[in-house]
């Protein structure tokens, strides 16, 4: 009898754009983002016995003040799986380290795996970017973690996700050395961001690319100008089998109160 072993994978969650601000009563675009983060939390708390990380990818605030982020870690105290972050371009790096110094490592061990978690955010831009020597210490940690399968998580985007709009502000500075450093390494399996508020998936070679819905506005795929999309707040699952094999889907809440200006022209 052939008897095939199935492996077991790590679960790791994805959280992202919580845009929380300082105030109770904050609201993006008329939607109270404290009120959907907390949905989407309880939502990820129901598999806290089967995840094994949680990651933030930025934008975690809605104007980098210290208030929200005294906001955001309150909310997060419930939450027993071990979780990280990094920053987007609403974000100030600074404050985010000074309130939680342990919450920003560079690499990660997940299993066999290693997470990546890259800093793409420019102070006072919307876009992204790799200074010269940022792009040396990815190739040295690419190099160090060569015999692992590896995740990038990052803020902005790589490479186009079909919106003009977003895609006008992905990562620019060292995007081409970026993606040649990436697609060199063959045990980069995924990369996986935020910022654009939506889902997609796609491959750059043998690497999944994803994006993760917001947990607050969402933003409409496909777009030209700014649109703001009717679908609700989630989340992203993966689940990372040692071989370097993975899986992963995108579970939204249900959120009976949720409303938000359709017509915004931006924000």
Do not use: C
């Not at 993006?28 to 959907?36: P, R």
């Not at 987007?88 to 560079?106: F, I, S, T, V, Y």
Request: cysteine-free.
């Amino acid at each position: 009898m052939n008897i095939e072993a199935v492996q077991s994978a790590q679960r790791l969650i994805q959280v992202t754009d919580p845009h929380i601000g300082g105030r109770p009563d904050y609201q993006l675009l008329g939607l109270d983002t404290g009120h959907t983060l907390n949905e989407v939390l309880s939502a990820v708390s129901g598999e806290a016995a089967s995840s094994d990380l949680l990651v933030v990818t930025g934008d975690v605030s809605a104007n980098g003040s210290e208030a929200s982020y005294r906001r955001f870690l309150h909310k997060m105290q419930p939450v027993t799986t071990p979780w990280y972050w990094l920053p987007g371009n609403h974000d100030n790096a600074q404050k985010m380290d000074e309130l939680a110094p342990r919450r920003r490592p560079e690499v990660v061990a997940l299993g066999n795996w290693r997470l990546l978690l890259l800093d793409t955010s420019v102070p006072g831009q919307i876009s992204g970017g790799l200074s010269a020597e940022e792009i040396d210490r990815i190739r040295e940690l690419l190099r160090d973690n060569r015999e692992h399968p590896l995740m990038l998580m990052m803020h902005h985007q790589p490479v186009p996700v079909g919106s003009h709009w977003i895609d006008g502000h992905m990562l620019k500075q060292g995007r081409d050395e970026f993606i040649e450093l990436v697609t060199g390494a063959e045990n980069v399996r995924a990369i996986s961001w935020g910022h654009v508020h939506q889902q997609f998936d796609s491959h750059l070679g043998q690497i999944g690319l994803h994006a993760t819905p917001s947990t607050s506005v969402q933003f409409t795929p496909g777009s030209g100008p700014f649109a703001v999309d009717s679908e609700m707040p989630g989340y992203r699952w993966f689940d990372l089998r040692d071989d370097g094999s993975y899986d992963t889907g995108v579970e939204r809440v249900a959120i009976a109160e949720y409303s938000v200006d359709l017509a915004s022209s931006g924000y």
